[in-house]
């Protein structure tokens, strides 16, 4: 049966209408915010910055103000101390950081079809919708707050894990925000990925504290173990690997898209609504 142009029309309109409902409801409330988990018993987690950093902007703003001084002000180690003691502050570790139907329904639905779509590489989404975060999510946090304070950084992807390092002092210099381990520890001297790589007994010694022995072994050996190892100096702000940095092109095309779709959806579903009723007239 053929459909008229009033049935087209208003299937279009309450279409367009229903996905902007959902698009404004996940950018004014609660609803789009994805899981959160609870600290882990080391963690430095502080509730009342994570309400009150929701954005890159003001996360930068508060390590400014914990430094009592702008932070292009300070030598880049002291810098560094300040935006990483800012990020451990904000995150507790977590593997739900995705989008839903609220925050974005393109993603959400495109997650249906493979679940790296979903994934939330935007560090402003991962600030507004909650605080778990996975070490490529919350170490990508601190190497953006390192561009920000001026500081040379890169993303670094390990054989099972995600860290970033920042460039001073003529050396790069390791910091993990998922599991708290800065690029100095106890009176060692600040260390790079490269330094770990060389010597698994230091590596152990940095992650102790951050789970069972074998845990410890296990990331101990991720330093150890040189395969695939990805370190994104170029271009500056890279993500560790490829397919992330591209996925997180199309996820800044799409979260203009979760508005502008819904709103090419009801102006053809107007127009013909429009037209139908001019015609009985």
């Known amino acids: 049966m053929k459909c008229s142009k009033k049935s087209i029309g208003v299937g279009l ?7 902007l409902v959902i698009t404004f409801l996940g950018y004014w409330s609660v ?4 899981k959160d988990f609870p600290p882990r018993n080391w ?15 003001s996360l930068f703003r508060v390590a400014n103000e914990r430094a009592h001084r702008s932070l292009k002000d300070l030598e880049p180690g002291e810098a560094m101390k300040v935006l990483y003691e800012t990020v451990i502050a904000r995150f507790t570790h977590g593997n739900q950081a995705n989008y839903n139907l609220f925050s974005n329904w393109i993603l959400w639905g495109l997650g249906k079809i493979h679940p790296a779509f979903s994934v939330i590489n935007d560090p402003d989404a991962l600030l507004k919708n ?7 999510q919350t170490s990508y946090v601190l190497l953006r707050l390192a561009q920000k304070a001026g500081i040379r950084p890169r993303h ?7 860290v970033m390092e920042a460039w001073y002092d003529g050396d790069w210099h390791f910091y993990d925000p998922d599991l708290e381990v800065p690029s100095k520890f106890g009176e060692k001297p600040v260390l790079s990925v490269a330094a770990l790589s060389e010597d698994e007994n230091l590596a152990a010694q940095a992650y102790a504290g951050r789970g069972d022995e074998e845990y410890v072994k296990e990331i101990a050996g991720i330093f150890a173990s040189r395969e695939n190892n990805t370190f994104m100096s170029y271009p500056v702000g890279s993500m560790f690997e490829w397919k992330t940095q591209v996925l997180s092109l199309f996820e800044k095309a799409a979260q203009i898209l979760k508005f502008v779709i819904p709103a090419l959806l009801i102006l053809p579903g107007v127009i013909l609504l429009s037209i139908s009723d001019k015609g009985k007239a």
């Open 130 to 136: 909650g605080h778990s975060g996975l070490c490529s």
């Open 31 to 34: 609803a789009g915010n994805y």
């Open 43 to 57: 963690e430095s987690f502080d509730p009342d910055l994570a309400q009150n950093s929701p954005d890159l902007d």
């Open 156 to 162: 670094v992807g390990l054989y099972g894990h995600v």
């Open 13 to 19: 309109t309450v279409s367009g209408g229903i996905l």
